[in-house]
C-alpha cells in the first residue's frame, strides 16, 4: 500500500483552513493544519518534515508566512498563497510555487501536481 502525502497547511483564517484542509483530505493528502505560522513551527519541530509546505503570506499578529517558507523552502517543497499580486512573489524561487487567492480545487490540484 502506498504512503500518503503528508501537508503542513499553515492559514490564519479559520474557514479557510477548513475549506482547505477537507478539499486535500479529498484530494488523498494527510493534512495537518497550523493557525500561525509560531504553531507550525512547533508542529515541524516535533514531527518529522511533511512532504509538502503550503502557506499562507499574510497572517495577523507576527506570523509571517515568507520568513517560514524561506526558512524550510531548502528543505522541502513550498507552496505559498496571498491575495497579493504575483509580481510581489518573485523571491520564490527552487522549490517554491506561488497559488494566487482565491484558488479552486482545479488550480489546487495543479499546484500540488507541479510540486510533487
Known sequence: MATQRTILL???EPMIRDVTTWTLEDLGYVVHAAASR???EKWLAENDAPDL???DMRMKGESDGRELAERYG????VL??????????TWLGGNMRYLPKPYDRKSLRVALDALL
Do not use: I, R, Y
Not at 80 to 89: D, F, K, L, M, R
Open 80 to 89: 505559498v498563497t496571498s491575495g497579493e499580486a504575483a509580481a510581489q512573489h
Open 10 to 12: 499553515v492559514e490564519d
Open 53 to 55: 509546505l503550503f502557506t
Open 38 to 40: 509560531e504553531e507550525a
Open 74 to 77: 531548502k528543505d522541502m517543497p
